[in-house]
Protein backbone atom coordinates (compact mmCIF):
# COMPACT_ATOMS: atom_id res chain seq x y z
CA UNK A 1 0.00 0.00 0.00
CA UNK A 2 1.23 3.49 -0.63
CA UNK A 3 0.31 6.62 1.66
CA UNK A 4 -0.28 10.30 0.48
CA UNK A 5 2.82 12.15 0.43
CA UNK A 6 5.27 8.74 1.15
CA UNK A 7 8.94 9.12 0.98
CA UNK A 8 11.04 6.10 -0.57
CA UNK A 9 13.72 5.97 1.81
CA UNK A 10 10.78 5.22 4.61
CA UNK A 11 9.59 1.19 4.69
CA UNK A 12 7.01 -0.33 7.03
CA UNK A 13 5.43 -3.92 6.74
CA UNK A 14 1.96 -3.56 6.69
CA UNK A 15 -1.64 -5.62 5.39
CA UNK A 16 -2.29 -8.90 6.00
CA UNK A 17 0.27 -10.40 3.33
CA UNK A 18 3.21 -7.99 5.02
CA UNK A 19 3.33 -6.15 1.61
CA UNK A 20 5.97 -2.85 2.33
CA UNK A 21 3.86 0.28 3.16
CA UNK A 22 5.95 3.50 2.56
CA UNK A 23 5.12 5.81 5.30
CA UNK A 24 5.32 9.72 4.83
CA UNK A 25 8.16 11.58 6.39
CA UNK A 26 7.67 13.04 9.97
CA UNK A 27 5.98 16.81 10.36
CA UNK A 28 7.84 18.90 12.50
CA UNK A 29 6.60 22.08 13.77
CA UNK A 30 8.07 25.21 13.46
CA UNK A 31 7.81 23.86 9.51
CA UNK A 32 11.20 25.51 8.29
CA UNK A 33 14.90 24.29 7.91
CA UNK A 34 16.31 27.26 10.48
CA UNK A 35 15.20 28.96 13.55
CA UNK A 36 17.17 31.73 15.40
CA UNK A 37 16.76 31.55 19.31
CA UNK A 38 17.27 34.20 21.58
CA UNK A 39 20.15 33.26 24.28
CA UNK A 40 18.77 32.14 27.54
CA UNK A 41 14.94 31.92 25.75
CA UNK A 42 13.22 28.54 25.67
CA UNK A 43 12.00 26.78 23.03
CA UNK A 44 9.79 23.88 21.52
CA UNK A 45 9.63 21.57 18.74
CA UNK A 46 6.51 19.30 18.03
CA UNK A 47 6.92 16.24 15.96
CA UNK A 48 3.76 13.93 14.42
CA UNK A 49 4.09 11.20 12.34
CA UNK A 50 1.75 7.81 11.32
CA UNK A 51 4.13 5.48 13.66
CA UNK A 52 6.46 6.02 16.46
CA UNK A 53 8.66 9.12 16.67
CA UNK A 54 11.20 10.76 18.64
CA UNK A 55 14.44 12.83 17.99
CA UNK A 56 17.98 13.18 17.28
CA UNK A 57 19.54 16.08 18.84
CA UNK A 58 23.07 18.20 19.65
CA UNK A 59 24.92 16.09 22.77
CA UNK A 60 27.22 18.64 24.52
CA UNK A 61 28.89 18.09 27.60
CA UNK A 62 27.45 19.92 30.51
CA UNK A 63 24.26 20.35 31.69
CA UNK A 64 22.53 21.72 28.48
CA UNK A 65 19.15 20.07 29.08
CA UNK A 66 16.73 19.19 27.02
CA UNK A 67 13.34 17.48 27.79
CA UNK A 68 11.78 14.70 25.45
CA UNK A 69 7.76 14.01 26.16
CA UNK A 70 4.69 12.15 24.27
CA UNK A 71 1.68 14.43 23.81
CA UNK A 72 -1.85 12.91 24.14
CA UNK A 73 -4.19 13.77 21.47
CA UNK A 74 -6.80 12.45 19.38
CA UNK A 75 -5.61 12.95 15.87
CA UNK A 76 -4.37 9.46 15.51
CA UNK A 77 -0.81 10.35 15.23
CA UNK A 78 2.17 10.26 17.34
CA UNK A 79 3.10 13.22 18.68
CA UNK A 80 6.12 13.92 20.35
CA UNK A 81 7.69 17.42 21.90
CA UNK A 82 11.01 18.52 22.40
CA UNK A 83 11.53 21.47 24.81
CA UNK A 84 14.60 23.80 26.05
CA UNK A 85 13.82 26.22 28.70
CA UNK A 86 16.83 28.02 28.92
CA UNK A 87 18.50 27.89 25.31
CA UNK A 88 22.34 27.90 25.06
CA UNK A 89 24.91 28.04 22.74
CA UNK A 90 25.32 24.23 23.04
CA UNK A 91 21.60 23.97 21.83
CA UNK A 92 22.95 25.33 18.08
CA UNK A 93 22.61 22.19 15.83
CA UNK A 94 20.49 20.18 13.98
CA UNK A 95 17.46 18.25 15.04
CA UNK A 96 15.50 15.35 13.32
CA UNK A 97 12.69 14.03 14.30
CA UNK A 98 12.41 10.26 12.72
CA UNK A 99 10.13 7.11 13.37
CA UNK A 100 12.15 4.71 16.21
CA UNK A 101 12.17 1.52 13.79
CA UNK A 102 14.22 3.48 11.09
CA UNK A 103 17.40 4.15 13.19
CA UNK A 104 20.41 2.08 11.46
CA UNK A 105 23.03 0.38 13.47
CA UNK A 106 25.59 2.77 13.25
CA UNK A 107 23.33 5.71 14.70
CA UNK A 108 21.99 6.98 11.06
CA UNK A 109 18.72 8.21 10.88
CA UNK A 110 16.29 9.46 7.95
CA UNK A 111 13.59 12.21 9.41
CA UNK A 112 12.21 15.67 9.00
CA UNK A 113 15.29 18.24 10.36
CA UNK A 114 15.42 21.77 11.67
CA UNK A 115 18.29 23.89 12.15
CA UNK A 116 18.71 26.16 15.64
CA UNK A 117 20.68 28.91 16.18
CA UNK A 118 21.03 30.16 19.60
CA UNK A 119 23.54 33.47 18.90
CA UNK A 120 25.94 33.96 21.79
CA UNK A 121 28.12 36.80 21.75
CA UNK A 122 30.53 35.36 24.43
CA UNK A 123 30.18 31.92 23.26
CA UNK A 124 30.24 32.70 19.12
CA UNK A 125 31.91 28.91 18.63
CA UNK A 126 29.78 25.84 19.46
CA UNK A 127 30.77 23.79 22.09
CA UNK A 128 32.83 20.58 20.71
CA UNK A 129 33.04 17.01 22.22
CA UNK A 130 36.80 16.40 23.14
CA UNK A 131 36.65 13.64 19.91
CA UNK A 132 35.68 16.51 17.42
CA UNK A 133 38.90 18.38 17.96
CA UNK A 134 40.80 14.89 16.02
CA UNK A 135 39.78 14.29 12.41
CA UNK A 136 40.92 10.94 10.20
CA UNK A 137 40.92 11.37 6.70
CA UNK A 138 41.96 8.79 3.98
CA UNK A 139 44.68 10.25 1.86
CA UNK A 140 43.05 12.60 -0.92
CA UNK A 141 39.81 12.42 0.70
CA UNK A 142 38.05 16.26 1.94
CA UNK A 143 36.83 16.70 5.21
CA UNK A 144 35.32 18.84 7.40
CA UNK A 145 36.80 21.36 10.12
CA UNK A 146 33.79 21.10 12.25
CA UNK A 147 33.92 25.04 13.96
CA UNK A 148 30.26 25.71 14.06
CA UNK A 149 29.14 29.40 15.00
CA UNK A 150 26.16 30.02 17.14
CA UNK A 151 24.75 33.36 14.68
CA UNK A 152 24.21 32.06 11.42
CA UNK A 153 25.99 35.43 9.89
CA UNK A 154 29.28 35.32 11.31
CA UNK A 155 32.18 35.75 10.02
CA UNK A 156 34.52 33.41 10.19
CA UNK A 157 38.49 32.54 9.06
CA UNK A 158 40.98 29.86 8.85
CA UNK A 159 44.40 29.91 9.98
CA UNK A 160 47.17 27.09 10.38
CA UNK A 161 49.93 26.56 12.92
CA UNK A 162 51.97 28.97 11.64
CA UNK A 163 48.82 31.49 11.43
CA UNK A 164 48.42 31.95 7.80
CA UNK A 165 44.88 32.14 6.33
CA UNK A 166 43.65 28.80 4.75
CA UNK A 167 40.79 29.81 2.00
CA UNK A 168 38.01 27.18 2.21
CA UNK A 169 34.68 26.95 1.60
CA UNK A 170 32.21 27.57 5.10
CA UNK A 171 28.91 26.64 6.46
CA UNK A 172 27.84 28.06 9.89
CA UNK A 173 26.07 24.43 10.02
CA UNK A 174 29.20 22.33 9.17
CA UNK A 175 32.74 23.96 9.41
CA UNK A 176 35.13 24.48 6.57
CA UNK A 177 35.09 21.82 3.50
CA UNK A 178 38.30 21.12 1.91
CA UNK A 179 41.39 19.20 1.37
CA UNK A 180 43.82 20.33 4.11
CA UNK A 181 47.20 18.75 4.63
CA UNK A 182 48.21 17.24 8.32
CA UNK A 183 48.21 19.70 11.08
CA UNK A 184 46.83 22.02 13.34
CA UNK A 185 44.08 24.32 12.50
CA UNK A 186 42.21 26.92 14.37
CA UNK A 187 38.73 29.54 13.66
CA UNK A 188 38.85 32.68 14.13
CA UNK A 189 35.79 35.15 14.31
CA UNK A 190 34.87 38.83 15.59
CA UNK A 191 32.44 39.95 17.85
CA UNK A 192 31.64 43.26 18.72
CA UNK A 193 35.52 44.14 18.47
CA UNK A 194 36.50 41.03 20.01
CA UNK A 195 38.14 38.49 18.49
CA UNK A 196 37.41 34.77 19.63
CA UNK A 197 39.49 31.58 18.81
CA UNK A 198 38.14 27.92 18.37
CA UNK A 199 40.01 25.08 20.11
CA UNK A 200 42.34 23.59 17.86
CA UNK A 201 41.83 20.74 14.74
CA UNK A 202 44.32 18.25 14.39
CA UNK A 203 44.07 16.68 11.14
CA UNK A 204 45.41 13.11 10.56
CA UNK A 205 46.38 11.67 7.06
CA UNK A 206 46.18 7.99 7.17
CA UNK A 207 46.65 5.21 4.11
CA UNK A 208 43.60 3.65 2.51
CA UNK A 209 44.06 0.24 4.38
CA UNK A 210 45.08 1.92 7.74
CA UNK A 211 42.10 4.41 8.10
CA UNK A 212 39.53 1.51 7.55
CA UNK A 213 41.23 -0.74 10.16
CA UNK A 214 41.09 2.77 13.13
CA UNK A 215 37.52 3.95 11.78
CA UNK A 216 35.99 0.53 12.07
CA UNK A 217 36.70 0.17 15.95
CA UNK A 218 34.58 3.37 17.54
CA UNK A 219 35.70 2.47 21.02
CA UNK A 220 39.92 3.11 20.24
CA UNK A 221 39.71 5.81 17.17
CA UNK A 222 40.53 8.66 20.10
CA UNK A 223 43.45 6.07 20.36
CA UNK A 224 43.87 5.83 17.04
CA UNK A 225 44.21 9.37 15.78
CA UNK A 226 46.85 10.07 18.80
CA UNK A 227 49.38 7.03 17.67
CA UNK A 228 51.77 6.56 15.12
CA UNK A 229 50.75 3.04 14.78
CA UNK A 230 48.05 4.08 12.85
CA UNK A 231 49.62 4.53 9.88
CA UNK A 232 49.81 8.75 10.47
CA UNK A 233 51.91 10.46 8.11
Avoid at 66 to 82: H, K
Avoid at 103 to 118: L, S
Avoid at 160 to 186: I, R, W
Amino acid sequence: CRLPGWDPGILLLCGPWLTFCLLPLPTVLPNRDEMVVQLNASFTLKCSGDSEVTWQYPMAEGGHRVDIRNEENNSGLFVTLLEVGNASAAHTGLYTCYYNHTQEEDGEVEGKDIYIYVPDPDMPFVPLLPEDQFILVEDGDSTIIPCRTSDPNAQVALVDSEAKVVYAFYDSKQGFLGNFPAGSYTCQTTVKEVEFKSDQFFIYILKGTLFHQCSTYNAIVLLCKRSDNCGVL
